[in-house]
């Protein structure tokens, strides 16, 4: 069935080190992406989306990816920060604003 | 300006019981969403709604379960005699426009435990 994967459940880094957070998606007909921050007790904050008629987007620190040939999805933190520890989701518009979840990677960021 | 509130933040309760959860959308957003986040997983689509529309209730788990959106606005989830498996951290979202492209923004979410 349709679904949206996170290859790593875990990812540590190194402060000062770029991060790179991978997602699987298996709908190929997905058309908007979405990467979201979660911290402990929060709410999902919104990170960066990206259009299928795009392949990368950037923000600040951040840049996502998207190879539609293997449906992979990317997010890359430059130079992260301690502040960047979180888990990290990446979700498909499914349907209508229906946001399918993927079941999200933790970063945790070591001194 | 706020974001999206919801209320209470941490509810405990005992199986058996019904509970609200209140959620106060960004002013000016007409599509409202219901996501539950179990314990360590993502988070699971329950209800939406986009301005006058009948609600898109296909994620809703039972029939124990429902909710309503007043004057376009404010949104109450109900979950009647709740049982231990409905213990989760119930998050609302707020978009401008559920045209499928709108970025939803979160609330810090209702924790519900039941014992």
């Known amino acids: 069935g349709e679904s949206v994967g996170l290859h790593l459940p875990t990812l540590s880094v190194q402060e000062g080190d770029n991060s790179i957070i991978n997602c699987a998606y298996s709908n190929s007909a997905s058309d908007y992406f979405i990467w979201y921050k979660q911290e402990s007790g929060k709410g999902p904050q919104f990170i960066i989306d990206i259009r299928s008629n795009m392949d990368k987007r950037q923000g600040q620190r951040v840049t996502v990816l998207l190879n539609k040939t293997v449906k992979h999805l990317s997010l890359q933190i430059a130079a992260t920060q301690p502040g960047d520890s979180a888990v990290y989701f990446c979700a498909e518009n499914k349907n209508w604003g229906k946001l399918q979840f993927g079941a999200g990677t933790q970063v945790v960021v070591t001194p | 300006g706020a974001g999206v509130s919801q209320s209470p933040s941490n509810k405990v309760t005992e199986k058996g019981k019904d509970v609200e959860l209140r959620c106060d959308p960004i002013s000016g957003h007409t599509a409202l969403y219901w996501y539950r986040q179990s314990l360590g997983q993502g988070l699971e689509f329950l209800i939406y709604f986009q301005g006058n529309s009948a609600p898109d209730k296909s994620g809703l788990p039972s029939d124990r379960f429902s909710a309503e959106r007043t004057g376009g606005s404010v949104s109450t989830l109900t979950i009647q005699r709740t049982q231990q498996e409905d213990s989760a951290v119930y998050l609302c979202?707020?978009?401008?426009?559920?045209?499928?492209?709108?970025?939803?923004?979160f609330g810090p979410g209702t924790r519900l435990t039941v014992l």
């Open positions: 979202a707020s978009s401008l426009d559920s045209g499928g492209a709108d970025t939803q923004y």
